[in-house]
């Protein structure tokens, strides 16, 4: 099982990232997604989650109206758009594979996103 996290970099506050998460080694279609990071000195949080039919997200509300989750079941890849990004922002971002029915759950490695002029 690996769910690999890429896309993440140092940006100026304004900008824009776009996050890929690849999923092998495990039915992605019947799992939700979602997206966590975490901040040095802070504990890890909910940043939006996807359903495994895709028809349904949600977002912390810090990041409403300006970050947007979807996926690619055909390409076992889950996506996490963020713009107009903002220094508080920056964290180690986490995809997270959770299959609610037998609760079997997998966390990638992370990836760093620095919002920083």
């Known amino acids: 099982v690996q769910l690999v996290e ?3 970099g140092l940006v100026q506050p304004g900008g824009s990232l776009r996050l890929s998460c690849a999923a092998s080694g495990f039915s992605f279609s019947r799992y939700d997604m979602s997206w966590y990071r975490q901040a040095p000195g802070k504990e ?3 940043v939006a989650k996807i359903t495994s039919n895709g028809r349904s997200t949600n977002y912390a509300d810090s990041v409403k109206g300006r970050f947007a989750i979807s996926r690619d079941n055909a ?3 889950v996506y996490l758009q963020m713009n107009s990004l903002k220094p ?3 964290a180690v971002y986490y995809c997270y594979a959770l299959w609610t029915l ?5 966390w990638g490695q992370g990836t760093q ?4 002029s």
């Open 102 to 106: 037998l609760r079997n759950e997998y």
């Open 44 to 46: 890890r949080e909910l």
């Open 88 to 90: 508080e922002d920056t």
């Open 75 to 77: 390409k076992n890849t």
């Open 113 to 116: 996103v620095t919002v920083s």
């Open 6 to 8: 890429s896309g993440g």
